[in-house]
């Protein structure tokens, strides 16, 4: 199940998921400094809380029986619904809810009437690039994006059209 997120309280628990997933999941990739100026710049409650309000962002926490199990954002850019993220605790992956996420996603962007998905994944994350390509994404081509501090993001941009 999604929940939209619309109170500080969920907020919090974003930014708490954020925390937690990114640690466990990108330090092996991308290093811990990164991850924490990454987690203060874009997923700090104020992060997110101007993401919702200013950028158009809407932040979704995936749930299974009552328990946080993940989190969704996503926002439109032209004919396209952007998947910012979408990320699983360690302990709940491989049950579906990314697949779950997708789907919504899809059903968003066709009631806003856009023509594709996108997202992008780091180009280490190999297990989620596999998994995006068995959602059906194809791999557009890498981007390296300028995220401050020094730190850059090396990724592939993956599209799904609609």
Known sequence: MLTLVDTSSQIDTVSWLATEIWREHYTPIIGAAQIEYMLTQFQSPAAITRQITHEHYKYYLLETKGAVQGYLAIHPQGDC??????????????????????????????????????????????????????????????????????????????????
Do not use: C, W
């Open 81 to 162: 619904l952007f998947l910012s993220k979408l990320y699983v605790r360690a302990a709940a992956r491989a049950r579906g809810h990314a697949r779950a996420a997708i789907y919504f996603a899809e059903q968003y962007a066709h009631q806003l009437q856009l023509k594709q998905l996108a997202l992008t994944v780091n180009r280490q994350n190999l297990l989620a690039i596999t998994i995006y390509e068995r959602l059906g994404f194809i791999n557009a081509g890498p981007i390296v994006t300028d995220i401050g501090g020094g730190f850059v993001m090396d990724d592939y941009r993956m599209e799904k059209p609609l």
